[in-house]
């Protein structure tokens, strides 16, 4: 079945880095789309950053953008996020999600299973 296993969140300071990996498992990875999605308590989940098939196309929200930074080793079955300059509103529990087709999408109903999330905090 699949499977997404988010890893490398945890605690750091405000301005610090944090790379969030994303291992798959049980589909066809190098096939489809990856996003990154986040959630704070209370909130919705929001988009975060996406990435295409093949990692020729990425996508990012407009408050990440110049700080955060998807990729993809297909090689590897994993999926990326480096985050740096982080900010006390970055913090979130953050997941990885697969959709089931070649291009990405912004939307969080369009992807089709979802990892268990791992927490970033950012403290100031």
């Known amino acids: 079945q699949v499977q997404l296993v988010e890893s490398g969140g945890g605690l750091v300071q405000v301005g610090g880095s944090l790379r969030l990996s994303c291992g798959a498992s049980?589909?066809?990875?190098?096939?489809?789309?990856m996003g990154w999605f986040r959630q704070a308590p209370g909130k919705e989940r929001d988009f975060v950053a996406a990435?295409?098939?093949?990692?020729?196309?990425?996508t990012h929200a407009d408050s990440v953008k110049g700080r955060f930074t998807i990729s993809r080793d297909n090689a590897k079955n994993t999926v990326y996020l480096q985050m740096n300059s982080l900010k006390p509103e970055d913090t979130a529990v953050y997941y990885c999600a697969v959709r089931t087709a070649r291009a990405s999408s912004v939307r969080p109903r369009e992807y089709d299973y979802w990892g268990q999330g791992t927490q970033v905090t950012v403290s100031s």
């Open positions: 990435i295409n098939w093949s990692g020729g196309t990425t």
């Open positions: 049980g589909f066809i990875f190098s096939r489809y789309a």
